[in-house]
């Protein structure tokens, strides 16, 4: 079994900064493509920023030159580097690696999401 659990979402005024975390648990080989997303309140979910498992990004346009996508294969870890925050970034954001288990398989898996509030 496979599990994602996030951490590091806070309370923050805007121009701040947060470090979102995503940490990958369970029979795990690899990590392949890994991925942020956020859902605000009354939206639906929409893609963050993205990276391969061979470390290309993409960024949605909202968060372009604010956010960074990272992570540690060591740690089956994924990050969210968060700059120069806006009150327009408030959202629970959600972490979604492809994992490929121990006995071969493929999951989708999610993260369980973690509040970040932009405000003064």
């Known amino acids: 079994q496979v599990q994602l659990v996030e951490s590091g979402g806070d309370l923050v005024q805007p121009g701040g900064s947060l470090r979102l975390s995503c940490a990958a648990s369970?029979?795990?080989?690899?990590?392949?493509?890994t991925g942020w997303y956020r859902q605000a309140p009354g939206k639906q979910r929409e893609l963050v920023a993205t990276m391969t498992g061979g470390g290309r990004t993409y960024y949605a346009d909202s968060v372009k030159k604010r956010f960074t996508i990272s992570r540690d294969n060591a740690k089956n870890t994924l990050y969210l580097q968060m700059n120069s925050l806006k009150p327009e970034d408030t959202a629970v954001y959600y972490c979604n690696a492809e994992v490929v288990t121990a006995g071969g398989g493929i999951i989708n898996a999610w993260g369980q999401g973690t509040l970040v509030t932009v405000s003064s």
């Open positions: 369970g029979s795990i080989c690899g990590i392949g493509a």
